[in-house]
């Protein structure tokens, strides 16, 4: 152990108090014998540039991304994994040899293995998807969604534009819905997603009325502070599958955590005990 060097890595994002990414990554550097760190690197909208392009000076590996910077990191990426740039959005940035920033999305992936943790069973072909949303976690989860066959993707934002600028980036399986109109849209589908800020701790809860939803519609929410969200207590109650954040948390972090630290972990029981255990 003494002999390997030490890695530095953290999580851009503003605010990222509530983060418990530090407790994924150490747990695994602990785990694995591995000499570094992962800590908090709380950066406002108009130093985000400054801050990735310090990153390679300070001697970090590389960083996760989280809201609000998931879109306007890119910019300044000297290469992009393709699912990062079929995305148009980033979540993991890895300093290379040289210094150049490699930028990644791996949410998506993250996303799909947390609904088959949840539910073995799930199948994206079983029918329609509403993502509530259009943000950089909304752009990597109706991606991910395509790919697994979700047949149409129905997207509702606040901002009717950012919807609009998703479906038109992604083909004619995505279908804008007015906001005004989202608890309609719930009509036939098989999954409702949230991917916005609402019913996290500290923000506004979703306003949103689950009647139209089918009862064997499956629900999840990007969020995992609180672990169960109004809106997921709302679905619990009235017999839906839930599927909380932590898990999209957990899976999208490991290869990350590989891309800086050259060793792929696993999501055991143990890590969701330690992460839990910081609610």
């Not at 306007?72 to 290469?79: K, S």
């Not at 109706?142 to 934002?157: F, K, S, Y």
Request: hydrophobic share 45%.
């Amino acid at each position: 152990m003494s002999d390997l060097p030490f890695v530095l890595a953290g999580l851009i994002g503003w605010p990222v108090a509530h983060t418990r990414s530090p407790a994924i990554h150490n747990h695994w550097i602990a785990q694995h014998r591995l000499k570094g760190a992962y800590v908090q690197l709380p950066v406002p909208p108009e130093r985000l540039e400054a801050a990735i392009r310090g990153l390679s000076a300070l001697g970090f590996a590389g960083c996760n991304v989280t809201v609000p910077h998931k879109v306007n990191a890119i910019r300044f990426m000297d290469e992009l994994h393709p699912a990062a740039r079929r995305v148009a959005a980033i979540n993991t940035i890895v300093v290379q040899p040289d210094g150049r920033l490699l930028g990644m999305n791996n949410d998506g992936a993250g996303y799909i293995q947390s609904l088959r943790d949840a539910d073995p069973t799930w199948r994206g072909n079983a029918g329609p998807a509403l993502v509530l949303g259009a943000g950089g976690a909304a752009r990597a989860i109706v991606v991910a969604l395509l790919d697994e066959g979700v047949p149409e993707l129905r997207i509702t934002n606040r901002t009717l534009e950012r919807a609009q600028a998703l479906a038109e980036a992604l083909g004619e399986r995505v279908k804008v819905v007015p906001w005004a109109e989202r608890n309609e849209a719930m009509a036939g589908v098989s999954l409702l997603v949230n991917t916005t800020t609402q019913g996290m701790h500290g923000q506004s809860t979703l306003d949103v009325v689950l009647d139209a939803l089918p009862r064997a519609a499956m629900v999840s929410d990007a969020i995992y502070i609180p672990m169960e969200t109004p809106l997921l207590t709302q679905a619990r109650l009235r017999g839906h599958r839930t599927v909380n954040g932590l898990g999209m948390l957990l899976n999208q972090a490991r290869p990350a955590f590989e891309s800086w630290f050259g060793v792929m972990p696993e999501v055991t029981p143990e890590l969701r005990a330690a992460v839990e255990a910081t609610f």
